[in-house]
C-alpha cells in the first residue's frame, strides 16, 4: 500500500491501518508467500532486512539473530534505531507506525537508498501482523524505549524503560500458532545458510546466529559468527571449496554502470557443472532474470571476442556454442536495483530490462581488461572453452538418441519401466527403486492404476564426476528420461529442458534405509539437481520413507521410523515384543511395503526442495566431488537433506 488518500482526522487513519494488518493476517500467503516453512522463515528474513537496509546506508555493522528456547526470534542491531518521535501525521510514535502500519516500513526520508527489502518488500509491520507476541526494544537518543505488540496490535504507547548511550533495534517475536499451523519450529540450517550469504553479500558487516534450543558436545549453544572482508570472492571460495580451480585467483570486479551497482566473482574450475547465482538487492533471483543474461551476454562476448583474436580456434572444425563460455564456471552476479521488477512462478525473475545493458557492459569492460592483465588465466579459460564445445558435439549425438527413443511413445518406454494404467500425469507417481529386487516386491505391492516402478541397477553414475555426454549415454540415466518423458535441448539452448510432457508429477526415490540406500539416493538427486532442477523447483520430487522396525507382540504389529518410536511402542506393547530391524526394502513383502512406504493413505512422503541454490550447490559438490574427507565429515554432522530437504 503507497500513500494513503488524506483523511480528516488520526483516527480514520488508524483505521485504515488496522485493516492493512488485518488483511495480512487473512491472506498472510499474499505477502510471505506460503504459511509453511518457507514463510515462517521469511519472517526472520524481514526483520534482518530492516538491519541490512541500515547497514548499507553505512549505520550498522553488526546483526545478531538467536533463535530461543520457545522458537520465538530475537534480532539485534547496532544502527541507529527506529526513530521514536511523534509520527504527525498519525499522531503516535514513528515505531508504532513502523510496526503497526502495512507499508511503512520504507524509510521517511526520501533521499535515503533504500534498495534492500524482503522477497516481497512487506516490511517489519507485516511480521508483526503475524507473530502472537512481538516487542521492540530502541537505543536511541540517550534512552532505551520499549513497545510490545499482539498479533500486530499494540499494548501500550511507546515507552521509556531507561537510559543509554548506545544505539540499535532489537526484536523479538513469537510467530502466530493460529497462522503457521503446519509449524513453528525453525531450522537452524535454513537460517544459517541465509545469514552466511547474507555475509557474503554484504562485506564488513558481522551476522551472528545463535540456537538457544541446543547444547553441543562442550554444553555450549550452537553458534556461528559470519563475516566477510572482501565480500563475493570468498563467497566464491566458500561455494567452490571441494571444486579444483583452473586459476589461482577468483576474477572479480566491482562498479556501476547507468546507475546500477553491479559486483561479480567467477572462477574457473575442472568440474562441468555451470553454476550462476544471481542476486538483486540480496536476494537470490533463482530464476535469473535481464541481469543474468546481460552477464550471459557480456561473458559469452568477450570471450568469444578474445578467442578469435588468440588464433587459438582457427583450427578449430566445429562452432562454439555459448554453454561452452560456462562450463566449470562458478559465479556470483550480484546487483542493487532501486524499483526491482520481480516476475516468474515464483516472482524471483529480475525483470527492469535497462538492468541487461548495464551489466553486459559492465562485464565486458571488466574482464577485457582482465584478460588482458591475466594471459595465463585467459589462455586457461580458452582451452576449457575449446574442450567444452568438443564434449557437447559428442554428447549431443548421445542426446539425440534419448530423444528418439522419447518421440517413439509407448513402444520407447524403457523395458524395466512397469507403467500404470491411469493417463492424467497429474495423478501418476512413478518410484525409482534401488535394486530388481526391491523393484519386483515394489511392482506387486503398488496399485497399478496410477502407480509405476522403474528399478534403477545399484549405483547411478555420479554425474557430479562425469562429462556431459557419459550422462546422456548411461542406460539408467537415459531411461530415467524415457520414462519420465523429459527432454533436454533445443535448436538455441542445448541445455533446455522440456518438462511439458512429464509423465507423473510424483516422482518419488525409494531407497533402503540404510548408508548405501542413503549413498544411491543422494546420487539420484544430485542427477535431479544437475540435469533436471525444474522438477525439484516445482516440486515434482520426494522421497520415500521406508520404516526401520516391526514391533510384534501376539496379533499386534507396529511399524517405527526411529528408535524413540520403536522403545515407545516396545514399552505400550510390553514384555514378550519382538522387535524385527528391517536392513532393506527387500526385506519387506509387498503388503508390508504398501502398507508403510507407497499407500497414500498411510505413508509419509517428503517432498525436496531447494532453500538456498548456493548451499545445496557446495553441497551435492562436496558430496558428489573428489575429496572425500570433507564429504565425511559433513555426512557424520549432518543429515544429507539438511538444507535440501522440506
Ligand atoms: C525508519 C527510519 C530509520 C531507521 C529505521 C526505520 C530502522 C528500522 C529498523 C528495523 C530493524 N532495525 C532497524 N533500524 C532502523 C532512519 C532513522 C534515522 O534517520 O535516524
Redesign the pocket.
Known amino acids: 500500500m503507497s500513500e494513503a488518500p488524506k483523511k480528516q482526522d488520526y483516527s480514520a487513519d488508524s483505521i485504515q491501518a488496522l485493516e492493512g494488518m488485518e488483511h495480512v493476517r487473512m491472506r498472510p500467503s499474499m505477502y510471505i508467500g506460503d504459511v509453511g516453512t518457507r514463510g515462517l522463515h521469511h519472517l526472520v528474513y524481514e526483520?534482518v532486512d530492516?538491519?541490512i537496509d541500515?547497514a548499507m546506508a553505512g549505520h550498522c555493522d553488526r546483526i545478531d539473530v538467536t533463535i530461543n528456547e520457545d522458537n520465538s526470534i530475537t534480532t539485534v542491531?547496532n544502527?541507529?534505531?527506529?526513530?521514536v518521535g511523534l509520527h504527525k501525521k498519525e499522531g503516535v510514535s514513528a515505531l508504532e507506525v513502523?510496526m503497526t502500519k502495512i507499508g511503512a516500513g520504507g524509510?521517511?526520508?526520501k533521499d535515503s537508498y533504500k534498495v534492500s527489502g524482503g522477497l516481497h518488500g512487506v516490511g517489519?509491520s507485516c511480521v508483526n501482523a503475524l507473530s502472537e507476541h512481538l516487542k521492540a526494544t530502541v537505543f536511541r537518543e540517550g534512552k532505551v524505549w520499549e513497545q510490545e505488540y499482539e498479533r500486530g496490535k499494540s499494548m501500550y504507547p511507546v515507552k521509556a524503560v531507561g537510559e543509554s548511550d548506545k544505539n540499535g533495534?532489537i526484536?523479538t517475536f513469537s510467530p502466530d500458532k493460529t497462522i503457521f499451523t503446519q509449524t513453528v519450529e525453525y531450522n537452524y540450517e535454513t537460517l544459517s545458510s541465509r545469514l552466511r550469504e547474507l555475509a557474503y553479500l554484504n562485506k564488513g558487516l558481522t551476522i551472528s546466529i545463535t540456537d538457544r534450543r541446543h547444547k553441543d558436545e562442550k554444553d555450549e549453544y550452537v553458534s556461528e559468527i559470519f563475516y566477510s572482508e572482501i565480500g563475493l570472492p570468498e563467497f566464491i571460495q566458500y561455494l567452490d571449496a571441494t571444486r579444483e580451480p583452473l586459476m589461482k585467483d577468483v576474477i572479480a570486479f566491482e562498479g556501476e554502470k547507468n546507475g546500477v551497482p553491479v559486483e561479480v566473482a567467477m572462477i574457473y574450475n575442472t568440474s562441468y557443472a555451470e553454476n550462476l547465482h544471481s542476486y538483486v538487492n540480496n536476494i537470490n533471483t533463482h530464476e535469473g532474470g535481464t541481469h543474468l543474461s546481460g552477464f550471459r551476454r557480456g561473458l559469452t562476448h568477450t570471450l568469444k571476442k578474445f578467442a578469435d583474436n588468440s588464433g587459438m580456434l582457427d583450427k578449430l572444425k566445429f562452432d562454439i556454442a555459448g554453454d561452452d563460455f560456462r562450463e566449470g564456471l562458478t559465479a556470483i552476479i550480484s546487483v542493487k536495483v532501486a524499483e526491482p521488477q520481480f516476475e516468474g512462478q515464483t516472482k524471483t525473475k529480475l525483470g527492469n530490462r535497462e538492468v541487461s545493458a548495464s551489466v553486459s557492459q559492465a562485464v565486458s569492460e571488466m574482464l577485457t581488461d582482465y584478460l588482458e592483465e591475466h594471459p595465463d588465466d585467459a589462455k586457461t579459460i580458452v582451452q576449457k572453452v575449446i574442450l567444452a564445445a568438443q564434449a557437447r558435439h559428442a554428447a549431443q549425438k548421445a542426446r539425440e538418441m534419448v530423444q528418439r527413443k522419447t518421440v517413439m511413445s509407448i513402444g520407447g518406454l524403457p523395458g524395466k519401466l512397469s507403467d500404470c494404467s491411469e493417463q492424467d500425469p497429474t495423478k501418476c507417481e512413478v518410484f525409482l527403486v534401488e535394486g530388481d529386487s526391491a523393484g519386483g516386491t515394489a511392482k506387486q505391492g503398488r496399485d497399478r492404476m496410477f502407480q509405476a516402478i522403474l528399478p534403477l541397477r545399484g549405483k547411478i553414475l555420479n554425474v557430479e564426476k562425469a562429462m556431459q555426454h557419459k550422462v546422456f549415454e548411461n542406460e539408467e540415466i537415459k531411461n530415467i528420461f524415457t520414462a519420465l518423458g523429459v527432454t533436454i535441448g533445443t535448436e538455441e539452448d542445448s541445455k533446455a529442458l522440456n518438462i511439458s510432457k512429464l509423465r507423473y508429477h510424483k516422482v518419488v526415490i525409494m531407497c533402503d534405509a540404510d548408508i548405501d540406500g542413503s549413498h544411491i539416493e543422494t546420487l539420484i538427486l544430485t542427477f535431479f539437481f544437475r540435469y533436471m532442477k525444474e522438477l525439484i523447483e516445482n516440486g515434482h520430487i520426494y522421497i520415500a520413507t521406508p520404516p526401520l522396525y516391526l514391533v510384534k507382540r501376539g496379533a499386534k504389529k507396529q511399524y517405527a521410523w526411529d528408535d524413540d518410536q520403536r522403545n515407545e511402542i516396545v514399552s505400550r506393547f510390553g514384555e514378550g515384543s519382538k522387535i524385527q530391524r528391517y536392513k532393506g526394502l527387500g526385506e519387506m513383502n509387498a503388503e508390508q511395503l504398501w502398507d508403510t512406504t507407497m499407500n497414500p493413505e498411510f505413508r509419509t512422503l517428503r517432498q525436496v526442495v531447494i532453500d538456498n541454490g548456493a548451499e545445496a550447490d557446495r553441497i551435492f559438490s562436496m558430496l558428489m566431488g573428489d575429496e572425500v574427507p570433507p564429504r565425511r565429515d559433513f555426512i557424520e554432522k549432518n543429515a544429507i537433506y539438511a538444507n535440501i530437504d522440506a
Open positions: 526483520v530492516n538491519s541500515e542491531d544502527g541507529r534505531g527506529i526513530p513502523v524509510k521517511f526520508d517489519v533495534t526484536v
